[in-house]
């Protein structure tokens, strides 16, 4: 199994940054495949952002891409989002994700409590 705690959402004006974090424990996490999908109000849950073992592979959903910034510090066993110019649409509880592999689903895998944004307009 592996845990994940989420931290560093609020509450943020358009245009401004926040940084998520993730600690995870209970697997060798650097082998894991790491990501962020968030659900905004009253919406499905959507893929923002996944990073390989090594970080030496990102994918990101076109809506973020430029304004976000996944990274991890395997010796930490954590992962973090950067968030700059965020916007109102970004509004929305943020979750850490974790998978064996690359190619596993993400369903398999093991999902964080999730954390709320809240930007402004």
């Known amino acids: 199994q592996v845990q994940l705690v989420e931290s560093g959402g609020g509450l943020v004006q358009a245009g401004g940054s926040l940084r998520l974090s993730c600690a995870a424990s209970g697997r060798t996490f650097s082998l894991l495949t790491m990501g962020w999908f968030r659900q905004p109000p009253g919406k499905e849950r959507e893929f923002v952002v996944a990073?390989?073992?090594?970080?030496?592979?990102?994918s990101y959903a076109d809506s973020v891409k430029g304004r976000f910034t996944v990274s991890r510090d395997n010796a930490k066993n954590m992962v973090y989002l950067q968030m700059n110019s965020l916007k109102p649409e970004d509004t929305a509880v943020y979750y850490c994700?974790?998978?064996?592999?690359?190619?596993?689903?993400?369903?398999?895998?093991?999902w964080g409590q999730g954390t709320q944004v809240t930007v402004s307009s």
């Open positions: 994700v974790s998978k064996d592999s690359w190619d596993s689903r993400w369903s398999l895998g093991y």
């Open positions: 990073i390989n073992w090594n970080g030496g592979r990102t």
